[in-house]
């Protein structure tokens, strides 16, 4: 083997041997990039800076239906009725995103169906737009003092834009029954300035 050789084969064992070294003292090191320990570092997104997040929250209630089912007559029994909440307004000079929707919904258990949504761009002759939330039913409950009641619930992400000066109200449907029935619904979002 020739000197040349001799030494390059000592310079690459020796680089070998410092770089394993490096590694294992890097793993207790504070300053190591990838301790797994280490807190996570804040960090500002600047294209986030103007977006103020929101959220809102409403309940439809639906009374029970008087009198009782067997003395109603044939023709109301089946009868939809439909409800609103209040609207909410969106501020001028901004825009609302909702970027998600969470819902709960009980009703009676035998045949009824309910239906919600979200109703917006409405306003000066314009027609709205009624978005659905799936509702997807998770079974039939007895309830302490209340009875049997399906439940039916949602979870869902979405991109719905809402100009400033418009409003935007959840509506619900429910087919005919002889007894309570709610909706509770939570949206969120953000608000951040037209351009």
Partial sequence: MTRTSIAISTLVLCAAAVIGRVDLAAQNNVAAALNAYRPPTPVVDVNEAAKQPVAYWTKIHFEAKEPPREEQPKEELGRAVYKESE????????????????????????????????????????????????????????EPEEGLYMHAGSSQQMKIYIRGGEAFRVTAWRSGAATDADAEFWLTGYLAPMR
Avoid at 103 to 123: F, L, N
Wanted: glycine share 14%.
């Fill in 87 to 142: 609207d909410f307004l969106v501020p001028e000079g901004q825009i609302l995103v909702l970027e998600y929707a969470n819902a709960v919904a009980c009703y009676g258990p035998d045949g009824e169906h309910m239906s919600i949504g979200i109703k917006t761009g409405y306003g000066e002759g314009k027609n709205p737009a009624n978005l659905k939330i799936v509702l997807t039913e998770q079974g039939i409950f007895d």
